[in-house]
């Protein structure tokens, strides 16, 4: 099989790789691609991946490639892993919306709006690229905002584009560990939307062993997300929200911690993988060793403005694994080879959740096998977490038809309505910070 990496000159490509590495069954990846609009940045990752695969002779071969519908014709999976605007148009995001008094967060509040903005219209075009020159492909998207890049692909290529994220897969195995369960023996009941859900029970064996995690102070401070939110506010919301649910029940508190950091998550992001880049200029640096040990920093460091915020220490070792690989590669597996898995995926509501039409793509678990993701059915939210969601969901509706119709008036309506901007004056004033700053933007001047 072929698999097209879009993206492909960007950090976390080599986890992907490395996953690979270790698949011998049939249906196999073959060769990859890498597509990336940087050439410096394609032949650093390719140098990391070659000594990933020194020792394996059927290694997938690699290519690289700069010509985007060169990388995607013949593709039979695309993994979609863009960033317009890249960790410097994150650092800007972040910073604009902090000089509002909001926050900026990339896939969260008013920073993953202006990512949306930019980002759609770039997403949008490789949807019809796929639909013109590799019309049978499946396309597994990374991009964020996850859940809203996805459903601007999905009007263009249906269900053969996939949304997925790690974070409530890490939610839900920590949760079970918690419990002593093995994770791939649990039912986890999670519905929401991308970085904006609950888990509402765990069953193992058929019972639900979430209210005993529940009833019990020093289980639910064992772990990351009781360190986060409380045991107090866990027990009263009765389930386990996703750790970025934190920029909303304590944004104050976040927003705080974030403006008196040394610097924000975009620009430590920005300069640590700019120094790992610069270091891959000279032909004699250890590829493969200079991309752990920045990893290694990446992934100790993330979210730790909210752990500050709420004293919650550094992170367990088993947390800095990644894992959004894993899921991706399981996807995979199970369309191209009708191996039946469940995995928490983003796809369309098909009636999943009532409150929301069919097209609005959703973070749900599902059934997957040849035929795709299908979403299972589950139980109503409560009347909080439905409210949450249809307030993000409607803004998430406004940026699309924002970059649609490259409206300002209708660009200033999604900031203005989301929940953690607090004024519609404070809305203009991030449309004309973020236009000021990002050139992908200029269509709302």
């Known amino acids: 099989m072929r698999l097209t990496i879009l993206g ?28 990336d609009l940087d050439a410096g940045r394609l032949s650093a990752v390719a140098r990391v991946l070659a000594e990933q695969a020194a020792g ?21 999976f695309v993994f979609s892993a863009i960033r317009v605007g890249g960790l410097a148009g994150r650092a800007a995001d972040e910073r604009v919306a902090l000089d509002q008094g909001v926050l900026g967060q990339e896939t969260v509040g008013a920073g993953g709006v202006a990512y949306g903005l930019r980002t759609v219209p770039v997403a949008v075009d490789i949807a019809r690229r796929v639909a013109r020159l590799a019309p049978d492909a499946w396309v597994i998207n990374f991009t964020n905002p996850a859940g809203l890049v996805t459903e601007a692909m999905s009007r263009h290529l249906g269900d053969r584009v996939i949304g997925i994220c790690d974070s409530p897969v890490g939610l839900g195995r920590r949760i079970a560990k918690v419990l002593g369960a ?31 995690l529940l009833a019990d102070p020093a289980l639910l401070g064992s772990f990351e997300e009781g ?64 991309w752990d040990r920045t990893r ?41 080879r009708d191996e039946r898995t469940t995995l928490i995926l983003n796809v369309r509501n098909r009636g999943t959740l ?60 999604a900031f203005a309505l989301h929940p953690l901007v607090d004024s519609v004056n404070v809305a203009r004033a991030l449309v004309d910070g973020y236009t000021a700053v990002h050139p992908g933007l200029d269509y709302l001047r």
Not at 63 to 70: A, M, Q
Not at 194 to 208: F, I, T
Request: proline share 5%; glycine share 10%.
């Open 8 to 35: 492909g000159g960007g950090f976390r490509v080599p986890l992907v790789y490395g996953a690979l590495l270790g698949d011998r069954a049939e249906g196999r990846v073959t060769r990859v691609v890498l597509h």
């Open 56 to 76: 394996h002779p059927d290694a997938p071969e690699v290519t690289v490639t700069t010509d985007l519908d060169e990388a995607l014709r013949g593709a039979d």
């Open 182 to 212: 093995n994770p791939r023996e649990a039912w986890i009941d999670y519905v929401g939307l991308n970085h904006l859900g609950w888990v509402r029970g765990l069953r193992v064996a058929g019972r639900d062993e979430l209210p005993r």
């Open 227 to 290: 360190r986060i939110f409380g045991p107090d506010w866990l027990r009263s919301l009765g389930a386990v929200p996703n750790e970025y649910l934190h920029y909303y029940y304590f944004n104050r508190e976040t927003v705080r911690a974030y403006q008196g950091a040394d610097q924000t998550r975009g620009a430590f992001l920005r300069d640590q993988q700019a120094r790992f880049y610069d270091e891959m200029k000279d032909p004699g640096a250890g590829a493969l060793t200079a």
């Open 296 to 336: 290694a920093e990446r992934e100790a460091t993330y979210m730790a403005e909210n752990r500050d915020a709420a004293g919650a220490g550094e992170r367990d070792a088993d947390d800095l694994s990644g894992g959004y690989e894993k899921v991706a590669l399981a996807l995979m597996r199970a369309i191209a």
């Open 354 to 413: 009532a409150v929301l039409d069919g097209e609005a793509v959703i973070e749900v678990p599902c059934l997957v096998d040849a035929n795709g993701a299908h979403p299972v059915a589950v139980d109503p939210l409560p009347g909080h977490a439905t409210g949450l969601v249809c307030a993000v969901k409607a803004v998430e509706r406004e940026v699309l038809a924002a970059a649609g119709s490259r409206s300002r008036t209708t660009a200033v309506k």
